[in-house]
């Protein structure tokens, strides 16, 4: 096992060094730059259709609706990332971190738009009769590499039980047992027979209840992490300008900051936390947005700028600034993690501050279990067939349990590990698939623009 993660760490250094964090960047840009700033050109558009659409039947071919496709996808990118992972990447990187996650952001929705605009453009139905689409897909009828959409759908296979799974597991029993003290392996059971009953009814399933449970888990977060940020509203531009500040200053001149604080540090932590967070060029997310009854690709794409922008410019702005306006960061030196963000809700909210963290923490990263299912069986189905489906339900759930029981330390570090290196793996040729086609794109789009001009898109 030490040989093991010993390759896994060097590998792990290489998929995730300056030049993957550059090629995520960079691909954003360029994407951004040919298809003529879709993020701003479709900033309204992208509120009236996701909105304004709600409860109303959806044109098109498809499996589940376009706002299902969207809840489920919000519902594996929203998860304990928002909370721990952006309070890491603070405590490593400093406040510029937040900066360089927006930054991200901001490119990472047309990355985002354009997985799964091509996504949709290139899925198809399975022996079932149910549409399956994604990055493999596009790789093997867009690309014509088979080769490389097989080694994607075993990347995927396999991350999702790491990232997808025993890794929230263990976050959902954690949080429950900080705020409520209920044992691990109480959460484990209990997690795991109610992930089985919602997997167990398939894709239309998981999209009906994270329809119900995406929503009501951001509001009930947005609200707990408002509060926050009101009660210390006079904090909040001295925040942000830290953030601003610090991104391209070295912030060891700040009270409190923490050795190894740097500006490479804050770019790279914010570029990778930024990316761990929204998936924007990971190529997960479009399985499910293929899925999606819906008129034209571009479309859809829409909801993948949403998604984004739903993830890190709201909900992960609200646990940045309220680590930086309430002084946690500076003030406590020592916690990371979730512990980070926790003080930072208590210090306002006190004990009721510890039970909207947890619950949220725990409700976050029991959606991520849901969503990161269906990725991990479309990868499955992809290499194996139909007949694999009831073997990786099963498996799905003893990991459910194993994840929240496991505990943390050695255990927990060596999932992150793992789970990292294959993230690495599927970013890789998932952005080789996006440039090649970026004509493709720009093509759907001009089609797209066309048609909205003509009224023939509402």
């Known amino acids: 096992m030490e040989t093991l993660m010993r390759i896994n760490g060097i590998v792990n250094g290489f998929v995730w060094g300056p030049p993957m964090l550059a090629l995520l960047v960079g691909t954003g840009i360029y994407l951004t730059i040919i298809l003529g700033f879709p993020q701003v050109r479709y900033f309204g558009f992208m509120f009236k259709e996701v909105l304004g659409k709600l409860g109303k039947k959806a044109e098109g071919e498809g499996t589940i609706s376009s706002f299902g496709a969207l809840a489920t996808a919000l519902a594996s990118t929203v998860g304990s990332g928002n909370v721990a992972g952006v309070a890491t990447a603070l405590h490593l990187g ?105 997997i167990l009814g398939g894709l239309k399933r998981i999209s009906d209840v994270t329809t119900y449970l995406v929503p009501f888990m951001a509001i009930f977060y947005i609200v707990g992490g408002l509060i926050v940020v009101f009660m210390h509203i006079d904090m909040v531009p001295a925040a942000i300008g830290q953030a601003v500040k610090y991104a391209f200053n070295d912030p060891m001149a700040m009270p409190g900051a923490i050795a190894g604080w740097s500006v490479k540090m804050a770019l790279t932590k ?44 709201v909900v992960c702005s609200i646990t940045g600034i309220s680590i930086l306006a309430t002084g946690t960061l500076t003030g406590s030196p020592d916690l990371t993690g979730a512990q980070l963000t926790l003080t930072a809700f208590q210090s306002v909210l006190g004990k009721t501050g510890v039970m909207v963290l ?35 339900k099963a498996l799905w759930i003893l990991v459910v349990v194993v994840g929240a029981w496991g505990g943390g330390g050695e255990f927990l570090s060596n999932i992150w590990n793992l789970s990292d290196t294959m993230n690495g793996l599927m970013a890789a040729p998932n952005l080789i698939a996006l440039l090649w086609l970026s004509n493709e794109m720009r093509k759907l789009v001009k089609d797209f623009d066309a048609k909205r001009k003509q009224g023939l898109i509402k």
């Open 270 to 313: 914010g570029v990778a936390r930024g990316v761990f967070s929204n998936e924007a060029g990971l190529g997960s997310a479009p399985m499910v947005h293929a899925t999606a009854i819906v008129d034209h690709p571009v479309r859809q794409g829409c909801y993948g700028l949403f998604e984004v922008f739903t993830d890190t410019l």
């Open 358 to 392: 947890s619950a949220g923490l725990a409700m976050f990263a029991f959606s991520t279990i849901l969503g990161w299912y269906w990725y991990g069986e479309t990868g499955a189905t992809y290499i194996f067939g139909l007949k694999i489906t009831p073997i990786y």
């Open 94 to 198: 400093g406040p510029g971190a937040l900066f360089w996650m927006w930054v991200t952001a901001v490119f990472g929705m047309t990355t985002k738009m354009t997985e799964v605009a091509l996504a949709v453009r290139f899925r198809e139905k399975d022996a079932a009769g149910n549409w399956r689409g994604g990055t493999m897909y596009v790789m093997e009828k867009g690309l014509g590499q088979k080769w490389l959409a097989w080694l994607f759908a075993f990347f995927t296979t396999f991350a999702a039980f790491g990232i997808g799974n025993a890794i929230q597991a263990n976050s959902t029993a954690e949080a429950l047992y900080l705020g409520y003290g209920v044992p691990h392996w109480v959460s484990g059971i209990v997690v795991a027979v109610l992930v089985a009953l919602v």
